[in-house]
């Protein structure tokens, strides 16, 4: 069984920062490349960040770019994302996803498993 397990998130004050985190069990992480997304009340699932196997390539979100930064430690077969100068406006349920072939996409629809979720509430 593939099991995603996002943690890190919580409420933050606008400004300040976050690391959530994606353990992965029951694939071959270091196959896999990793992706964020996140999903705002009343919003489409965005992409936020992925990174491809062994970490070689990492891809953002223009809108986020400079305040966030994806990584992985495929020993401990976690994939983290840090968010730094939190807005209100990333506000959102934060996602992380594997893909078992070929490079990070932008395009969640060809990711093959997703995690529940962590809450990211930034007040302002």
């Known amino acids: 069984q593939v099991l995603l397990v996002e943690s890190g998130g919580g409420l933050v004050q606008a400004g300040g920062s976050l690391r959530l985190s994606c353990a992965a069990s029951?694939?071959?992480?270091?196959?896999?490349?990793m992706g964020w997304f996140r999903q705002a009340p009343g919003k489409e699932r965005e992409f936020v960040a992925g990174i491809s196997q062994r970490g070689g390539n990492t891809y953002y979100a223009d809108s986020m770019k400079g305040r966030i930064t994806i990584s992985r430690d495929d020993a401990k077969k976690t994939a983290y994302l840090q968010v730094n100068s939190l807005k209100p406006e990333d506000t959102a349920v934060y996602y992380c996803?594997?893909?078992?072939?070929?490079?990070?996409?932008?395009?969640?629809?060809?990711?093959?498993?997703w995690g529940q979720g962590t809450q990211v509430t930034v007040s302002s």
């Open positions: 029951g694939l071959t992480f270091s196959s896999c490349a």
């Open positions: 996803a594997a893909k078992l072939y070929g490079s990070a996409s932008t395009f969640d629809g060809i990711y093959n498993y």
